[in-house]
């Protein structure tokens, strides 16, 4: 599983890693610590989630080198770390997991770093396993078995230069440790043959023409890591894929990476044809392959909606139409895959939400009271159930709902300025005037240009 960055996920998965840092800056970590880890929990290899997590965990903590000494070594024989070193000879991901969970209360704790470095290079995520071996070496610079471990994960990730620096820091310690020096000779000698192309002009037989074969493999993996790529690139690495699955008809994740590019490029037919082959190959069991399929046939509904002018009174059927179109195939795939996958909290709220934007107050609100079970959708389903009952006429048991949710939110963000915002509506059409205004006034107080809060409390000054 290599590790992803934000523009290799999709957008609701760097969605929830946004809600997360805007919570780290807010210093609600316990927020940031459970977006960062639901982000997690679908993608383990997103490094930028995982590095963000770590500073969540350390900032609550109260992070800095006095707590760090004070942590380390502290409970590194504890049973949950015992349980995660078991886990790791099966499934090192769960692993992993486990170990986070131990660091989200416990950022120092040493067993639980070493766990969780050998669980991510098991796992190919020799970023993640590096980000935890610095900090085991925070306290512990001169540690021969850490160093070489650290400076393997560093040169399996691709960062050599980083590696050859941490060896030889070390070296400098112990001059005569041979396995520490062939190690160093063995980075600078990979190093320099990648950076010259001489692996193959190295060997016997080889020529300047194995050179320059070896400079065009290497541009072409550059180009292949790019995360956006131009059309060409695009359409060349397609071509050098769809060869290679002549060879290799089963090759998935050839198939997958064809897709991804065929949507870059807008050839969304193409995409979907790929993603529909592995369905056929894996038998359609990936909840991650599903939600690529949805985004990318919405991706092609909004890029036909594109090629319409909206200001052209021509257009005007031809957009409605389309649109119609979108709504019906999100709604009905949406409700497909809350059957299949029924305990998915978040296809849940998705749904919900579809619901309640067609009018269908009743299965929204169905929708909603299972998805506020899911702690990192309860808010946002306890708004809509508000805003559910209100259009039902509900306005007590709407009330209620919003109060709950606004006493679940500590930050006063725009987040909790809806909540307020609906309440005060709520209120005033149950004719309680006086209690409406003290909760447009809350949000007049911070933010005079929230929806229509000023002219609301204006009116009730000039009124009085």
Do not use: W
Request: charged letters at 30%; aromatic letters at 6%.
């Amino acid at each position: 599983m290599p590790e992803k960055s934000l523009r290799q996920v999709p957008r609701d998965l760097r969605e929830i890693h946004e809600k997360g840092m805007a919570a780290l800056q807010r210093n609600t970590f316990d927020y940031a610590i459970a977006f960062f880890t639901q982000a997690l929990n679908r993608e383990p290899g997103l490094y930028d989630t995982r590095e963000a997590l770590r500073a969540a965990q350390f900032k609550k903590a109260g992070s800095g080198g006095g707590f760090f000494k004070k942590m380390i070594g502290g409970v590194s024989s504890s049973p949950m770390v015992a349980k995660a070193q078991m886990t790791l000879r099966t499934n090192p991901l769960e692993a992993l997991a486990a170990c986070e969970q131990i660091l989200n209360s416990d950022p120092g704790n040493t067993g639980a770093h070493k766990v969780l470095a050998e669980a991510a290079m098991a796992a190919d995520l020799p970023k993640t396993a590096a980000l935890s071996l610095k900090i085991l070496l925070k306290n512990s610079s001169r540690d021969r078995e850490l160093t070489m471990l650290l400076g393997d994960a560093l040169a399996a990730a691709g960062q050599i230069p980083e590696a050859e620096s941490v060896l030889s820091d070390l070296l400098l310690t112990r001059p005569s440790d041979a396995e520490l020096s062939q190690q160093l000779k063995n980075l600078t000698a990979r190093r320099s043959m990648t950076e010259g192309g001489y692996e193959k002009a190295g060997e016997e037989g080889g020529s300047y023409r194995d050179m320059l074969r070896n400079k065009e493999e290497t541009v072409s993996l550059e180009q292949e890591k790019r995360e956006v790529k131009s059309d060409d690139v695009a359409a060349r690495l397609i071509g050098e894929y769809e060869a290679r699955l002549t060879g290799e008809p089963g090759n998935v994740k050839l198939l997958r990476q064809i897709a991804e590019l065929y949507a870059q490029m807008k050839n969304y037919d193409k995409a979907l044809e790929c993603y529909n082959r592995i369905v056929a190959t894996e038998g359609g069991t990936d909840p991650g392959l599903e939600r690529a399929i949805t985004e990318t046939t919405l991706r092609r509904f909004d890029h036909l909606l594109s090629q319409y002018d909206p200001a052209n009174p021509e257009h005007a059927d031809a957009i409605q139409q389309v649109q119609a179109q979108r709504a019906e195939f999100f709604l009905t795939d949406t409700q497909r895959r809350a059957e299949r996958y029924p305990t998915d909290l978040d296809i849940r709220f998705e749904l919900a939400r579809l619901y309640f934007e067609a009018g269908k107050i009743g299965e929204a609100i169905q929708e909603f009271q299972k998805a506020q079970n899911n702690p990192h959708r309860r808010l946002q389903a306890m708004a809509y159930l508000g805003q559910c009952f209100a259009r039902r006429g509900m306005n007590d048991l709407a009330a209620r709902k919003l109060q709950d949710a606004i006493k679940e939110k500590p930050v006063f963000d725009d987040e909790k300025k809806d909540l307020i915002y609906h309440l005060g509506c709520v209120l005033e059409k149950m004719g309680k005037a006086e209690e409406a205004i003290e909760q447009f006034k809350l949000i007049y107080e911070s933010d005079i240009g929230y929806r229509d809060v000023a002219a609301k409390v204006d009116a009730y000054y000039a009124g009085r």
